[in-house]
């Protein structure tokens, strides 16, 4: 049976690997940089949820810089995605599914470390959200537009969503790989519908969204 912590690792260094693929990919389709751009926000799109969970539970110094494995899975996704990114036909769609996976590991290993180090259900989801989040949220103030996480109304949900249903399978005594796949596969499906039929939290009464 595989222990939690290293469910939670394998999850992590999963996330850290679409991120940087997503970031990356960005990079060179929105904001055409050259490899040190690139380089930098595939890392900072993937460590950065990371290190706002760290730094927020107090586990410092963050596990980015603990565990050497992070920054090798980062640096390579990065490049994976400048060698190969202008060949993608679907380049707007593959940017998308990665960005939905990374927020579905983080989201879940984010609820998790919170539950770990003692915090409260509720604050466990929130801080899996911000897990989720935080990655995608920094590489969109980097290249100058306005983040995800506050235009598109499904994009914070499917996170709490996903960190929701961790807290829940923690507090039923349920941890390990089934629940962390439902979790996974919720939060995923959840973004990627949203996405499909521009579907958008509610927004104030009399407002229309441009």
């Not at 260094?13 to 930098?40: E, H, K, P, Q, S």
């Not at 629940?179 to 009399?206: K, S, T, W």
Request: aromatic share 8%.
């Amino acid at each position: 049976m595989i222990h939690v912590s290293t469910l939670l690792l394998a999850l992590d260094l999963a996330g850290t690997a679409v991120f940087a693929l997503n970031g990356a990919l960005t990079a060179v389709r929105a904001a055409r940089l050259d490899i040190v751009g690139v380089l930098t926000l595939g890392i900072v799109t993937a460590i950065g949820g990371g290190i706002v969970r760290d730094v927020i539970i107090g586990y410092l110094p963050p596990s980015t810089f603990r565990d050497w494995r992070y920054l090798v899975v980062a640096a390579t996704g990065a490049l994976v995605a400048f060698v190969w990114g202008r060949r993608l036909d679907r380049m707007t769609f593959a940017i998308d599914v990665f960005d939905a996976l990374g927020l579905s590991f983080f989201a879940v290993t984010g609820a998790s470390k919170a539950l770990d180090a003692g915090l409260g259900p509720i604050q466990a989801m929130v801080l899996g959200a911000i897990t989720g989040v935080g990655g995608g949220t920094i590489r969109d103030v980097m290249i100058g537009r306005v983040p995800t996480v506050l235009s598109s109304g499904l994009y914070a949900i499917p996170a709490l969503v996903g960190a929701a249903i961790t807290v829940v399978a923690a507090e039923l005594g349920l941890r390990g790989w089934p629940a962390a796949v439902v979790a996974v596969v919720a939060c995923f499906v959840i973004r990627l519908v949203g996405i499909r039929y521009d579907l958008n939290a509610p927004e104030p009464p009399g407002t229309q969204r441009a």
